[in-house]
């Protein structure tokens, strides 16, 4: 037995050959080191003296207390720097995990452990593998770098750079990292993150984006709870509907995996893509619930719409995917190219195969106005009790009015030069839109009226009851929905009887609206002539009141 720094060693055969081993002294059979606190154990080892280093050769053991437990063919040992380096078949173990490679670096100094060509690590959760790795013993933390990859019956973590505790099952991701479920192959991409191998849990705050099915979710900052099937992202987040065509935007987004459901605030917008085309929904909140096949989208209070070929505003708005109805409540508005549209409540119709716009209902105080294109001061106007349009190719080309119909018309020649101001009471009214502007107007049933040329025609008339121009709340870019208008008055919602279905309605309960032949008074005719007389009777300038006792003084008369 001999003892050298406090480097103590034995073996059953010690001898000494300068000729073969220089400066070694050479142990065989049952070889035995203790030095500082560690035991190592082999079939035959080479001592230097000068250097205080030793060689280990065959079943190498290295134990260090309770702490680690190493497994080797070859091992050095430099007792002075406290350092060792084992090759062959390597396996460390320890209470938590077990560590196997070809070449492991120790320094006992700090308690590391290391390698730099492809390590497996096993724990009671996980298996890792890397390229290049670090194990810190004394918080069970291992730091892997290059081709990591994490697996478990659930998941499987792939990145360049992580820190994992095995004790804990805690990953740290840095860089590029992808978790992906092998269950349903959802995937989480992010550049920096924590992951909970044990409870599935995880939060990221780089460049998150979490794959599901046909949806994405992306944020600066993402939550993540797979068990309870719940994300919730802060920060330039993005939900991308692929099945639909649909993205939702906003800096605050929960998600409910379960259902399907997304709820959305803070700069929140709905974007719907159809062909070239997108259309913007903002409000306070979004609300996306339901599967693909059945899913809603539910905006509440500053709701604005825009598209190029059409604008919106309303305080709650609701959208179902699988109908294409979107319906308009509280003080809902529409501009439709030149035209502002009003109501208590609007309804949208998508055609689900074209996902052009189909059609248009405006229930309860329907109201549609037009500036002139010459006078701003003049505006042509119809009312109703309610009104049902058509689009074709994304255009409003005509509207019916039913019920309780009222019309002003600013009439100009071809030359633009203003000839006549008609004004109208009718019980329903249609008319087209030639060029984007009212046009073939004709009054269906009886109706009441009078045209007038313009120095003749009252000034207190020129305006129709609940006039209101708005063209200062129309967002004219996408950016626009953002900008915040006086509150909206929440309206008393109008509820009336579904039109019936009969001949000349259209799929929806629309009445079909044809080409007039006859009773239409064109921009550019002089109604007052007899040459081109309308079939609508001219109207007078007398009040509702006045109209209302001429009709029944016509009934007592036909009884």
């Not at 003892?3 to 400066?23: F, M, R, S, T, V």
């Not at 992906?180 to 991409?189: R, S």
């Not at 037009?370 to 190719?393: A, C, L, R, T, V």
């Not at 915040?484 to 629309?510: F, H, M």
């Amino acid at each position: 037995m001999a003892q050298q720094k406090k480097l103590i060693y034995k073996a059953e055969l010690q001898y000494a050959d300068e000729e073969k081993y220089p400066g070694a002294t050479v142990l065989v059979g049952a070889v035995k080191m203790t030095h500082a606190g560690a035991i190592l154990t082999c079939k035959k080892a080479f001592y230097y003296k000068k250097t205080n280093f030793f060689k280990a050769i065959g079943d190498v053991i290295i134990n260090q207390g309770d702490t680690i437990k190493q497994y080797s063919d070859y091992a050095d040992y430099d007792a002075n720097l406290k350092k060792a380096v084992s090759w062959g078949d390597v396996i460390l173990k320890d209470p938590s995990m077990t560590l196997t490679t070809d070449t492991l670096y120790f320094n006992r100094g700090s308690q590391l452990l290391f390698y730099k060509d492809h390590a497996v690590i096993k724990d009671e959760t996980n298996v890792l593998k890397s390229k290049n790795g670090n194990y810190y013993l004394e918080n069970k933390k291992f730091t892997a770098t290059t081709a990591v990859t994490i697996t478990n019956p659930d998941n499987l973590i792939e990145s360049n750079h992580l820190d994992y505790y095995t004790n804990s099952g805690h990953a740290f991701l840095y860089g590029p990292s992808t978790i992906t479920n092998l269950e349903d192959n959802n995937k989480i991409y992010s550049e920096r993150g924590f992951y909970n191998t044990k409870t599935d849990i995880s939060h990221f705050v780089k460049n998150a984006k979490l794959f599901l099915d046909d949806r994405t979710i992306e944020g600066d900052s993402l939550y993540y709870d797979k068990l309870r099937g719940f994300a919730s992202a802060t920060n330039n987040i993005r939900v991308i509907d692929t099945a639909e065509n649909f993205m939702a935007r906003g800096n605050y987004a929960e998600y409910f995996q379960k259902t399907d459901s997304i709820f959305m605030v803070k700069r929140a917008v709905a974007i719907s893509v159809v062909e070239n085309d997108s259309t913007f929904i903002h409000g306070d909140t979004l609300l996306v619930t339901g599967k693909k096949d059945h899913r809603i989208i539910r905006t509440y209070n500053n709701v604005k719409i825009f598209k190029t070929d059409l604008q919106g505003k309303c305080d709650s708005l609701h959208t179902n995917q699988s109908t294409g109805v979107t319906k308009m409540y509280y003080s809902p508005i529409l501009w439709s190219d030149k035209s502002q549209i009003t109501g208590d409540s609007i309804k949208l119709l998508t055609n689900k195969e074209t996902e052009k716009l189909d059609s248009l209902k405006i229930l309860g105080n329907s109201f549609i106005i037009q500036q002139d294109s010459i006078d701003p001061e003049n505006f042509n106007q119809i009312k109703g009790k309610n009104m049902y349009g058509k689009f074709i190719d994304n255009e409003l080309k005509n509207l019916l009015v039913k019920g309780n119909g009222e019309a002003v018309n600013f009439n100009r020649n071809d030359a633009g030069v203003l000839e006549t101001i008609t004004k109208q009471y009718c019980s329903n009214i249609e008319f087209e839109f030639v060029n984007k502007e009212m046009d073939q107007i004709k009054c269906l049933n009886q109706s009441d009226g009078k045209t007038y040329p313009p120095s003749m025609y009252p000034e207190n008339d020129r305006r129709l009851k609940g006039f209101l121009w708005r063209e200062d709340e129309q967002p004219k870019r996408k950016e626009d929905i953002f900008i915040k208008n006086k509150k909206t008055v929440r309206t008393k919602l109008a509820k009336p009887k579904p039109p019936t279905q009969n001949r000349g309605s259209n799929s929806v309960g629309i009445p079909k609206v044809t080409d007039p032949k006859k009773g239409e008074t064109k921009k550019g005719d002089n109604p007052t002539d007899d040459s081109k007389k309308s079939t609508v009777n001219p109207t007078t300038p007398a009040t509702k009141d006045k109209l209302k006792k001429t009709e029944k003084k016509k009934e007592k008369s036909n009884s």
